[in-house]
């Protein structure tokens, strides 16, 4: 066994998006719609971590993680600055999320699938862009043939919005943290998951 083969690539780092990014991905699939906390990566081990519990009984309606390599920095968020007519939003500072959608029961996280961009949510965190990358997983009997997000059911969509701007919010304030934009389409997505790469390049070079 070669000594690299020895230990755990870091999910973040360590994993390839694929030689077909950004029409074909890998992500790292955090949490499922089973779990009753939100897990996710710690940046520096690698390794998942409890967040929080999940504080109302709506749950995340599809696999959720986020694309190996890619960051949400200055790149990413001029989309949104663009869409809004704005000049001060920044992205978060995280790798880019993506939800993965599939007709299959997957139990567990920390694990990576393969899966096709169909579009994907603008969102605001904290006046931070927080965008959701919406794919679905290859060649799944359900899911599989969609290629655009304007094909999926309404009520699918609807789900995932309200996830997303619910899921953050602390019991009995009545300020709401996560502000949607909009929805954008498949090529959009390609281009924000090629912009997290540059953002990622930057990152990266700006740590060493």
Known sequence: MKPEMAYKAHPWHG???????????????????????K???DKE????????????????????????????GQKMAEMTNNVLARYDIEGDGDPLDICVLTEKDVTHGDIIVKAHPIGGLRLLDH????????AVLRNDAVYGGYTDIGQLPKDIVRRLIHYFTTYKDIPGENTRRMVFINIYDASE????IRRSQDDYEDYMKNRK
């Open 15 to 37: 994993i390839s998006l694929g030689p077909d990014s950004p029409d074909e991905v890998t992500a790292f699939i955090e949490i499922v719609p089973t779990d009753t906390v």
């Open 39 to 41: 897990y996710e990566v």
């Open 45 to 72: 081990s690698g390794y998942l971590s409890l967040d929080r519990p999940q504080k109302f009984s709506n749950i995340v309606p599809s696999l959720y993680g986020f694309l190996p390599r890619t960051y949400c």
């Open 127 to 134: 006046n931070q862009a927080d965008d959701k990358i919406i």
């Open 189 to 192: 997505a390609k281009e924000v």
